[in-house]
């Protein structure tokens, strides 16, 4: 069973940085290509990052040069590094393999 697990979130003002961790479980990382999401207040889910299996990256628009997703394939885990944070970056966050999606983990930056 594919199990997902974030953690990291938190209260951070603009301009702070926050490091999301994915505990993965149930597949084997290493051959996966993961993704963070994330969900805004009244807002539609939003791809945030993707990182192959390969270990290439891509990000949305919204975090570009700000966001960084790595992945360490001996801890079974993937990690989102989130500088320079703003507002608008203000939601729930997310793993996500295919389908499957952790309980996710609440990031709140306050201006």
């Known amino acids: 069973e594919v199990q997902l697990a974030e953690s990291g979130g938190g209260l951070v003002q603009t301009g702070g940085s926050l490091r999301l961790s994915c505990a993965a479980s149930?597949?084997?990382?290493?051959?996966?290509?993961m993704s963070w999401v994330r969900q805004a207040p009244g807002k539609e889910l939003e791809w945030v990052s993707t990182?192959?299996?390969?270990?290439?990256?891509k990000y949305a628009d919204s975090v570009k040069g700000r966001f960084i997703v790595s992945r360490d394939n001996a801890k079974n885990t993937v990690y989102l590094q989130m500088n320079s944070l703003k507002a608008e970056d203000t939601a729930v966050y997310y793993c996500?393999?295919?389908?499957?999606r952790g309980q996710g983990t609440q990031v709140t930056v306050s201006s």
């Open positions: 149930g597949f084997t990382l290493g051959l996966s290509g």
């Open positions: 996500q393999r295919g389908p499957a």
């Open positions: 990182i192959t299996a390969g270990g290439g990256t």
